[in-house]
């Protein structure tokens, strides 16, 4: 028979895993772009291969500090020659380290504070593929070209933007 104390502790996990669950956020990445595009997202360790028209899901934990999408052009995963023309991640599909410059980045905090999230666009690493950003209770960022004024430029910009937990969010490629 377990004790009141371990009852207590197994009830806590429960209720612990149940609220990290309820503020998870799903991504929907999409490429409108006429070319492949490899999108990249960490630090949930992930990487597709997406031609035009096709889109990927994946969930986010609540919780989930300093997260990146970002898109790849001009990749190869065949036999030697791993690698990208831009936002390369060490010639791996799946990436677990911030893509090389120059790289458009939607960045995102889930479950930051006060049942909010957080997301922006920056271009302080580069600019290689426009994108769209939003979520379904925030604004919609736009990033048309490397003047894109929804953009961080520089470190000290203020373009973060808050979002309600649970959200969904959709990144769009070349929108």
């Not at 911030?98 to 580069?126: K, N």
Request: proline letters at 6%; aromatic letters at 10%; hydrophobic letters at 35%.
């Amino acid at each position: 028979m377990a004790s009141p104390s371990s009852s207590s502790a197994v009830i806590f996990i429960v209720l612990a895993v149940s609220a990290a669950i309820a503020n998870a956020a799903t991504f929907t990445v999409t490429n409108r772009c006429g070319f492949t595009v490899w999108p990249a997202a960490i630090p949930v360790g992930g990487g597709v291969q997406l031609n035009p028209g096709q889109s990927w899901r994946f969930g986010v934990p609540a919780g989930t500090s300093s997260g990146r999408v970002w898109g790849r052009t001009g990749c190869s995963f065949n036999g030697g020659g791993r690698s990208c023309q831009t936002g390369d991640c060490g010639g791996a599909l799946s990436c677990r380290l911030s893509g090389r410059p120059p790289a458009t980045l939607a960045e995102f905090t889930i479950g930051g504070g006060a049942a909010h999230d957080y997301y922006d666009i920056s271009v302080i690493d580069g600019y290689n593929v426009a994108m769209d950003f939003s979520c379904s209770s925030g604004v919609a960022l736009r990033c048309r070209d490397s003047n894109c004024p929804d953009a961080y430029h520089q470190p000290n910009d203020r373009k973060t933007n808050a979002c309600n937990g649970n959200s969904d969010y959709q990144i769009t490629f070349c929108p």
